[in-house]
């Protein structure tokens, strides 16, 4: 089992930034594809960013890409998503989610790709 514990959500203004961290246990991090997805009110979840299991792989939503970076640090069992010039469409609830694979370079995009999930970070964007 793998659990997955997300942190750094809140209220900011639009145009700011936001860091969120997610903290994995449980087994060898580094043998993880990383996805952080996010769903707003009424909405679908939606994948916004991704990293393979190496760090060597990254994609990002159209819809975030330039503001938002997706990170890992292995030594610390932590994938990070930077997230800059904030918009109040990007108010969400934040899950980051992992899946195995061994080969340390696929990044899922589909949610139905990851088993594990944090249990969510909120991120307003407003004024």
């Known amino acids: 089992q793998v659990q997955l514990v997300e942190s750094g959500g809140g209220l900011v203004q639009p145009g700011g930034s936001l860091r969120l961290s997610c903290a994995a246990s449980?087994?060898?991090?580094?043998?993880?594809?990383m996805g952080w997805f996010r769903q707003a009110p009424g909405l679908e979840r939606e994948f916004v960013g991704g990293i393979s299991g190496g760090g060597g792989r990254t994609y990002t939503a159209d819809s975030v890409k330039g503001r938002f970076t997706v990170s890992r640090d292995n030594a610390k069992n932590t994938v990070y998503l930077q997230m800059t010039s904030l918009k109040p469409e990007d108010t969400a609830v934040y899950y980051c989610?992992?899946?195995?694979?061994?080969?340390?370079?696929?990044?899922?995009?589909?949610?139905?790709?990851?088993?594990?999930w944090g249990q969510g970070t909120q991120v307003t964007v407003s004024s």
């Open positions: 449980g087994r060898t991090f580094s043998s993880f594809a």
């Open positions: 989610a992992g899946t195995l694979d061994a080969s340390m370079v696929r990044v899922p995009v589909a949610s139905r790709g990851y088993e594990y």
